[in-house]
């Protein structure tokens, strides 16, 4: 899978969508320590390749989203930067992650950098649970 096809929405049009919640929640981890000034929320699946999530910058904080084109794995790009915005703001976005990858595994990582620092990475996959079997090594695999 290859992410392509990110787009910033309205918060009209990203109501608009018909996006259907995962069977699980995703797993999260980071890894280094990423910029706090900005939080990502994974809503659910838009069809079954479409991953509609959204961005929250804090007050004074602005963050810009890209694929990074030269990663092996589907990763984001996003550039925190200073902002004059007062308060929070919520952003609205949609990514295309590939022919069917709501039924598969799936994993998508989140590079945060704040100008030119890299200050972690979230990653996000497939909800796993006890109830599935062989819970152990597919929760290793995926963190």
Do not use: E
């Not at 990110?6 to 999260?28: D, E, H």
């Not at 039924?103 to 030119?116: A, E, F, M, R, Y």
């Not at 990475?121 to 909800?127: E, Q, S």
């Amino acid at each position: 899978m290859s992410l392509t096809n990110l787009t910033q929405l309205t918060a009209a049009q990203y109501r608009a969508l018909q996006i259907t919640p995962f069977q699980k929640p995703p797993g999260v981890s980071s890894s280094g320590n990423p910029d706090s000034r900005v939080s990502f929320q994974l809503g659910g699946w838009a069809g079954t390749d479409v991953l509609a999530f959204t961005v929250t910058d804090q007050a004074t904080a602005n963050c810009g989203l890209s694929i990074n084109g030269t990663a092996s794995t589907n990763t984001l790009i996003a550039n925190v930067a200073n902002a004059s915005n007062p308060s929070s703001t919520i952003l609205y976005w949609t990514v295309n992650m590939g022919t069917g990858a709501s039924n598969g595994d799936w994993q998508l990582s989140i590079t945060v950098n704040d100008g030119d620092v890299n200050t972690g990475t979230w990653v996000f996959v497939k909800g796993v649970s006890p109830l599935d079997g062989d819970y152990t090594s597919k929760w290793t695999a995926q963190n």
